[in-house]
């Protein structure tokens, strides 16, 4: 009789395990199904953080694009300005500098006669290569090249 009392006891305590391990992985499942609620919620947070910073960023973004596109056209005004002062102020010299001319030969006797720097110089900007320079004012090459060369630096 004793051994039949503890052979139910023994089954009992086996149950009694079984269902304490069931209750226990159903407790588990629970939190985890609560952490995953929860995962989700501070994701779903996160998220509209983003998207409310992504819609920050665009708005700056184009207020930036309007700024930049108005102080290109305010930019492209200068230079275009700058640039018809520049016209007009080399218009002005050159007429100047006709007038000059037409007074100076005007006047008797007077002749001007330029000297070998400024006729290599003005031979270069027309065109001439170094070697029709040299023959055109009976000079040497090297020389000639040097001059120009010490004026392109300058």
Do not use: W
Not at 55 to 69: D, G, M
């Amino acid at each position: 009789m004793v051994s039949f009392l503890l052979i139910i006891s023994f089954l009992l305590h086996i149950i009694t395990l079984f269902a304490v391990f069931q209750l226990f992985k159903q407790l588990q499942t629970k939190k985890q199904s609560n952490n995953a609620q929860e995962v989700m919620e501070v994701l779903q947070i996160y998220l509209d953080e983003i998207k409310q910073e992504n819609n920050e960023l665009k708005s700056l973004l184009k207020q930036e694009k309007v700024s930049t596109e108005e102080k290109k056209a305010h930019n492209k005004q200068t230079i275009q300005d700058i640039a018809e002062k520049k016209q007009n102020r080399e218009k002005a010299a050159k007429t100047e500098l006709s007038e000059l001319d037409d007074l100076v030969n005007q006047l008797p006797g007077y002749q001007v006669d330029a000297s070998l720097e400024s006729r290599v110089l003005q031979l270069h900007s027309k065109g001439k290569s170094i070697e029709e320079i040299a023959k055109a004012l009976d000079c040497g090459k090297t020389e000639a090249e040097l001059i120009i060369k010490l004026y392109q630096k300058a």
